[in-house]
Structures are given as C-alpha cells and as structure tokens.
C-alpha cells in the first residue's frame, strides 16, 4: 500500500520559521503541498517534479521545496511566516505529470498523507 507521512507541524509566531516532511513509501514523478485552513477549501501551496517547481504566489519567496531522493522525502521549508499560512498541511503525489491547469487541483493527486499542523500567532 502506498503511503505518505508528514512531519514537523508545530506553532510559531508570525515571522518564524518551520520544515515540514513529506516521507514516501514510493518515487512519484508529481508530488505536491497543499493547505487547509479552518472552514475553507484545499489550496496548493507548491507542485515539484522533475520539469516544474510551481509555487502559490502568496508562498513564493518565503518557502523553498526540495526532495531528497534516497529517502523518498520532500522537504517544504516555511520561512517568515504569517498568520495565513495556518492550516493543515498535505502531501500529495501522483504518477506521471499535470497539465499546468491541474498541477494545483487536488482532484488530480492520487495519494495524500494524513495532514500535519501549522498554526502561525500573531
């Protein structure tokens, strides 16, 4: 069974910063953050392949992704956070690749992890 686990949630104040761990039972050729905050919908925050690092305009600049590939792990490191990146934080893959349309949906990935938790105070 495939499996994704996150890790490295937490709280901190606005300005701090967080790493967040997306480990994988497998290599995908897609994979993706996505964020939920309380009483609205799922939003990308960033897809990675080989061909296209995407971020969200309201992450870029301020987060970085990275995969390390012998450990199936995608990294999202959170700098100078702000109140409105509180949510629950998701991982997501797929195998092959999105159309540029598809790339922030979240019908479009397969798997997910069960979601880790980032609270940013103010």
């Known amino acids: 069974q495939v499996h994704l686990v996150e890790s490295g949630g937490g709280s901190v104040q606005t300005g701090g910063s967080l790493g967040l761990s997306c480990t994988a039972s497998a290599s995908f050729d897609t994979m993706a953050w996505f964020r939920q905050a309380p009483g609205k919908e799922r939003e990308g925050v960033v897809h990675?392949?080989?061909?296209?690092?995407l971020y969200a305009g309201s992450v870029r600049g301020r987060f970085t992704v990275s995969l390390d590939v012998a450990r199936n792990k995608l990294i999202l490191q959170m700098n100078s956070l702000k109140p409105e990146d509180t949510g629950i934080y998701y991982c997501a893959a797929i195998s092959g690749y999105l159309a540029p349309s598809r790339r922030f949906v979240p019908e479009s990935y397969l798997y997910w992890g069960q979601g880790t938790s980032v609270t940013v105070s103010s």
């Open positions: 990675f392949s080989q061909y296209e690092t």
